[in-house]
């Protein structure tokens, strides 16, 4: 596993760290404008005569006031450290460079970010080093596609190694299944009297691996559907005419893939796969034979008790909890960073042992 040093994890923390009372102030400033309770635009800790001379002064206001909202509007302000620990940048089928992701990561108030971009990790230098000089850390991830029981399962592999030669291959050998996988997409496509969306696709993509969202975007441009949800529910989607998900190793290989780079294997946003409770048992227990560590719990903005009824799974298999947005572009807040419930209580988190 990486090493993961976050700035801050509790209010007492971030009082020992440089500019540490500047930042718990704008920490808190925003967490009360996030809760609606201040003007985004006042600080409430600076007038026009100045900053409020005492530091002390200032850390026992907010003590106050913490407490005084909790108990008066039953609001969580936490000031724990925030990870979202799934999403996507330029690199995949992200709309965002991987620094404009790590910038807008921060703006949201998340501590730790994981770039997961699908069967890539060439983002991860980039985000780091747009990370340097913000309080926020950024962990290499990657999501892979495979199959299990013919089914279409996505891996987010944590914590990796990115110098770890089973995983430069494993990225390699996903690349070109993916380029396979595209012609195979277009060749459908085709036959349905949609022409040139090969082409576009890789237009859209500017460089990057292609993938089905390339395809849905193209869609909408050429006016075949209105919107990516439509595209993907009548040409993309699971089972529709464009539909190609054999190419994919079994879910074990990928696991080992992620486990030989020193990475943690979580399963990504289980409930998107429409498993019946009894095939959801089946997984997590195939996952955590093969070595799996975690399943994300919380995946953005999702029914509310989704999560506790996957972590009774999750628990009853031994695998941990985790949590992220799924972010790919900033128009989608069910899938903004940082936007999203926290584990269910009692849930062991995929980031217990990270140190």
């Known amino acids: 596993m990486a090493s993961l040093m976050p700035k801050y994890s509790s209010l007492l923390n971030l009082l020992k760290i440089k500019d540490g009372a500047a930042t718990l102030r704008s920490r808190f400033n925003s967490r009360l404008s996030l809760c609606g309770f201040l003007p985004a635009e006042v600080d409430l800790f600076r007038s026009s005569g100045g900053d409020c001379g005492s530091v002390e002064f200032c850390i026992l206001l907010i003590y106050f006031l913490y407490w005084v909202l909790c108990l008066a509007f039953s609001h969580d302000i936490d000031f724990k450290v925030k990870y979202d620990l799934h999403s996507h940048s330029r690199c995949s089928d992200g709309i965002l460079s991987p620094s404009e992701l790590v910038s807008r990561a921060s703006d949201k108030q998340v501590d730790v970010l994981a770039l997961t971009d699908h069967d890539t990790t060439a983002g991860i ?43 430069q291959r494993a ?41 089905r969202p390339h395809f849905a975007q193209y869609l909408v441009d050429r006016g075949h559907v209105s919107s990516i949800k439509q ?125």
């Not at 926020?136 to 013919?150: K, R």
């Not at 994919?248 to 399963?267: H, M, R």
């Not at 009774?312 to 949590?323: M, W």
């Open 231 to 355: 595209a993907f529910k009548k040409y993309l989607g699971s089972g529709k005419a464009g539909d190609v998900k054999a190419l994919w190793p079994e879910l074990g290989e990928v696991i080992a893939w992620v486990n030989a780079a020193g990475g943690q294997a979580v399963i990504a946003h289980p409930d998107k796969y429409k498993l019946t409770r009894t095939k959801l048992r089946q997984l997590a227990d195939c996952f955590a034979g093969e070595g799996g560590a975690a399943m994300e719990l919380v995946s953005g903005r999702q029914a509310p008790g989704l999560a506790a009824n996957l972590a009774v799974v999750a628990k009853e298999y031994g695998l941990l909890g985790s949590c992220g947005s799924d972010f790919h572009r900033p128009e989608q807040p069910w899938q903004e960073l940082g936007n999203f419930e926290a584990l269910p209580s009692g849930v062991e988190p995929v980031w217990r042992d990270w140190a």
């Open 171 to 211: 990225e390699k050998l996903q690349s070109a299944k993916r380029e396979e996988r595209c012609e195979l997409i277009a060749a459908k496509l085709t036959k349905l009297g949609i022409l040139g969306s090969l082409e576009g696709a890789r237009a859209l993509a500017n460089g990057v691996s292609v993938g």
């Open 125 to 167: 230098a980039e985000a780091r080093r747009a990370a340097a000089d913000k309080n926020i850390t950024v962990i290499a991830g990657v999501e892979f596609s495979c199959q299990w029981l013919g089914r279409g399962i996505h891996v987010v592999g944590l914590g990796l190694d990115l110098d770890n030669k089973d995983l």
